[in-house]
């Protein structure tokens, strides 16, 4: 059976490998991106050239009615949406005391409200076929806080508290809705902090003494994409190398 998985925020980094492992299985793969980010041509090239086929729809994930058409557009265009990984983030780091409303406005709008929003769009059509997956991309800072992320721990906290609210709505219907919780990941982002800030400060907290792959984290989304993973819903899944127990 052919199955669609649509990932927000793929076209580098954690969505990417999330694309690259979905594509593995089989799974028709398509991204949404940004519409200020013209690289979704030669995002697609590269990786046709490698003999994968990704498709790639601009869509403001902050905005329900760009979320609305993104998903007429894909399901015209490629067919019904299975798999819905709520991926895009951003991060607006500052000290409560330093943050402005616009800080906190735009990391709400980018990585909570876009839950609802492209959720919203898919989920009627996945209980109709009596099978669907939500996957939404937390992080461990939802869970133990970070110093100067407010704004980005409620969002990520708000995410989970929507897939247990979500995942007991649509269980009867075939559909599983849950939370991944990534620590320090070897993502871009993450790369780019002072090596001896990483060295010192952050790697020592993680008992496997690494960051965490991008591919580990995608790997667990297959799982939670799989007909294997029918019985796990409204779960949040920690992967942090140990740092954060509980």
């Known amino acids: 059976m052919i199955r669609r998985a649509v990932v927000t925020g793929g076209m580098g980094g954690l969505g990417e490998a999330i694309c690259l ?3 593995a299985m089989d ?17 697609k090239a590269r990786w046709r050239a490698e003999g994968l086929r990704f498709e790639a729809f601009p869509c403001d994930v902050t905005d329900f ?4 058409a993104c998903a007429r557009v894909i399901e015209e265009q490629v067919g019904p949406i299975d798999v819905l990984v709520n991926n895009a983030g951003i991060t607006r780091d500052k000290t409560f005391r330093r943050m402005g409303r616009e800080d906190w406005d735009a990391v709400i709008r980018t990585n909570l409200d876009s839950c609802f929003n492209m959720t919203k769009q898919v989920v009627e059509g996945m209980t109709a ?3 669907g997956r939500v996957i939404n991309i937390s992080s461990m800072s939802a869970q133990k ?25 649509v269980a009867k219907a075939g559909v599983t809705v849950n939370t ?31 960051l965490g792959k991008p591919e580990e ?3 667990l989304v297959a799982y939670l994409a799989s007909d294997e993973a029918a019985f796990l819903t409204g779960a949040n899944i920690s992967i942090n190398g140990g740092q954060h127990m509980f």
């Open 21 to 23: 492992k979905l594509a």
């Open 27 to 43: 799974y028709v793969v398509i991204t949404t991106h940004s519409p200020a980010n013209k690289g979704s041509e030669a995002w």
């Open 65 to 68: 009615d760009s979320c609305a």
């Open 129 to 131: 076929r009596k099978w």
């Open 145 to 169: 806080g970070a110093f100067g992320q407010a704004n980005y721990a409620a969002a990520k906290a708000g995410m989970h508290g929507f897939t247990k609210a979500l995942a007991l709505e």
């Open 180 to 210: 991944i919780s990534p620590g320090y990941i070897g993502t871009k982002m993450v790369n780019e902090i002072d090596p001896i800030v990483l060295a010192d400060k952050i790697l020592p907290q993680i008992p496997m003494n690494r």
């Open 217 to 219: 984290v995608a790997g």
